[in-house]
């Protein structure tokens, strides 16, 4: 079965303190691995796509990775309004065509 | 574009009542999900359509759901009747190709059910 583990499930930051948040899966054909945000009261915003191992994506102060084994999200130097829940999804390869979600990360960075 | 959008935002209800979520996908986008996120369990797909049609709902609870696309904008999730277990946030979804493809939400209907 497809899984995906997000770590920690909460992490607080002071400003401009950088920090990785970290997504490990298990699946039996990596297709894509999805990074979005969630603002409470929101649905999911779009991040990121990444497709292979060793390819990096970057936008504003996130930059996400990926191995074959997990995905990081960098987060450098960050700010209040970086605060929310970060989902990390995966797409496999076969099967259903459909996004195994992660519980998420929920962010606090305080000023 | 607006985005997906989804009504109501909020439901209240009491236990044994029928509930209609509705759903208007992006415009061009061949694919629409529902999904459901709760504490527990995090986001759950319920079911998917492309182009209209129900690919996968192994994800829909029992049978007290239902999922419909009329065409393609607009699409219901139907829940009959209602349990106060069904309180959750539905989101529903839509992407250009498939559910491997990006997938852009709806800002979700709160459900509470008495």
Redesign the interface.
Known sequence: EDQVTQSPEALRLQEGESSSLNCSYTVSGLRGLFWYRQDPGKGPEFLFTLYSAGEEKEKERLKATLTKKESFLHITAPKPEDSATYLCAVSTQGGSEKLVFGKGTKLTVNP | DAG?IQSPRHEVTEMGQEVTLRCKPISGHNSL?WYRQTMMR????LI?FNNNVP??D?GMPEDRFSAKMPNASFSTLKIQPSEPRDSAVY?C?SSLY???D???????TRLTVL
């Open positions: 997906v999900f995090g986001l759950e797909l998917y690919i996968d192994s989101f979804a498939g559910g491997a990006t997938q852009y939400f709806g800002p979700g």
